[in-house]
Each structure stands twice: as structure tokens, then as C-alpha cells.
């Protein structure tokens, strides 16, 4: 009998004797697959929409309660959006769906959402799913202030890690203001820095106000940019101090100004 002839029938009796056992392998290694994904470092965690919308980061977190999917979502529209209501499906695991904050979206603007599932997914599986955004999109005038609404459907998906549970959206948002006191005719820059999942948060609705009618606010309304900031101006009208104050999604910073 020849080298190769040995060879193959050798390697005809390795499948024969351990052909069942790769085979049985095979199937468990398909079942964790299918039941819990794969692990974060072997898949890539993604966040996409197929348009009109950016997925800007997803976090799922669980405990022996449920899962909750935290979701921000920018409005890449040159119109504004309404009342944004976000659902999420994840196979297995059934879908759950809550409002968005905040309840108007202006064009560029950020949508924090929160989901709850009532099932548990442990944690450190992979998992996908699918995401919707149901919408009212202000087509005329201004999200504020609009004239026709259109009810409008996003959809996306995404792939993404499972960690421990938090309860709220990681959010911090802080002040900083160029000078501490300024004259009757001077003006203070006021910088509201608002960062998400510890990251600059871009498109993001910060509010200004003074506790005291001594100045008045180049804009009272501004969107963050790429690197987080919203930023205004603070005129002085008459002598005295005010408190300053910044808010975001119910999140507030605040600094004190001197009109001298």
C-alpha cells in the first residue's frame, strides 16, 4: 500500500471516529450563536438608520428586572420633528418602545430615548435588533411653531454589547463663562459644554435664562456643536448679579455674573 493511499485511510477513519463529535460541536457552537450572539470583540457594535437619521450611540444594560436601551439619535432633516417615539426589537426578546426627549427636535438637533424591555439579556452577549422613530415632521414653519405636520417612520438597526445596567442616560452638562464680571456695557461669553456616555454630544438643545433681568442673552436657544458646546452672549444692562443657568434634558449648570 502506497504513502498516500495510507493517508487517506487514515484520515477516513478520523472522520468515522470523531466525525460525530465535531459534528455535535458544530451544533452547540450554532445554538449559542443563534440564542446569545457573539461575543462584543468578535462583532463589531454598530448604530445606523437608513436615512434622514444618525444614530449617534446605543447602550443596552440589564439586570435580573430587564434590559433598558439607551438611544441618541440626531435629526439629520432640514426640517424639525415632533412628539419622536422610539421602538426597538430585538429577536427573542420581544420589542418595547418610549418617548424621546425632547418632545420638539429641531433640524440638527439631538433625541435622547430611553427603552425598557421586561426581559433580561445577559450580559456580555451581542446582540441585533431593529430600531424605528416614529415621528410627527414639521414640513412648514418651524418645529416650535409648525404649520403642517407629517406623520413620518425611520427605521434602523443595530448590533451591540450588553452591559451592566444604569438608570439614567449618562448625561453632565457645565458652564463656563469668559469673565466673571463685566460693565454695564460689556458682555460675557457663556460656554454650556454637554457631553453623553462621557462624549462631546453634538446637536443637542441647550437652554440659557438669568435669574435677574440685569442683561440680556445674544440667543436664549442653542444647539451644541461637534464638540459639545452651546454658546451665547450675556449683555450687561444694569449693575448687579445674576445666576446663569444652563439646561439640557432636565439636567442643569449654573454660574454667577457681576454687572458693575
Known amino acids: 500500500m502506497t504513502a498516500d493511499k495510507l493517508r487517506q485511510q487514515a484520515a477516513t477513519e478520523f472522520m468515522l471516529t470523531y466525525g460525530w463529535a465535531l459534528l455535535i460541536l ?3 457552537v450554532i445554538a449559542f450563536v ?8 468578535v462583532i463589531q457594535n454598530t448604530c445606523t438608520f437608513v436615512s434622514q437619521i444618525t444614530c449617534d450611540g446605543i447602550t443596552l444594560g440589564s439586570n435580573s428586572i430587564g434590559t433598558k436601551i439607551d438611544l441618541i439619535a440626531i435629526n439629520s432633516q432640514p426640517f424639525g420633528l415632533s412628539d419622536p417615539i422610539a421602538t426597538v426589537y430585538i429577536a427573542q426578546y420581544g ?3 418610549a418617548m424621546c426627549l425632547p418632545s420638539n427636535v429641531v433640524s440638527g ?25 416614529n415621528a410627527q415632521a414639521c414640513i ?10 407629517h406623520p413620518t417612520n425611520y427605521s434602523g438597526s ?4 450588553v452591559g451592566a445596567y444604569t438608570s439614567n442616560i449618562p448625561i453632565a452638562i457645565s458652564l463656563t463663562e469668559s469673565q466673571s464680571s463685566i460693565s454695564q456695557t460689556g458682555r460675557v461669553m457663556l460656554v454650556a459644554h454637554v457631553a453623553v ?3 462631546p454630544s453634538r446637536g443637542n438643545y441647550v437652554q440659557f435664562s438669568s435669574s435677574s433681568p440685569i442683561g440680556i442673552f445674544s440667543q436664549q436657544d442653542v ?7 452651546a454658546t451665547t452672549y450675556f449683555n450687561g444692562k444694569s449693575p448687579g448679579s445674576t445666576t446663569i443657568i444652563a439646561e439640557f434634558a432636565g439636567y442643569t449648570a449654573s454660574n454667577t455674573i457681576s454687572i458693575t
Request: glycine share 14%; proline share 3%.
Open 26 to 28: 458544530a451544533i452547540i
Open 34 to 41: 443563534y440564542f446569545y450572539g457573539l461575543p462584543g470583540t
Open 95 to 97: 420589542s418595547a418602545n
Open 109 to 133: 438637533g439631538a433625541m435622547l430615548c430611553s427603552i425598557g424591555l421586561a426581559r433580561q439579556i445577559p450580559q456580555g452577549a451581542s446582540v441585533s435588533g431593529m430600531l424605528y422613530i
Open 140 to 149: 412648514s414653519g418651524t418645529v416650535l411653531d409648525c404649520s403642517v405636520f
Open 158 to 161: 443595530f448590533i451591540q454589547s
Open 197 to 199: 456616555f462621557g462624549y
Open 223 to 229: 444647539l451644541s456643536d461637534s464638540s459639545g458646546d
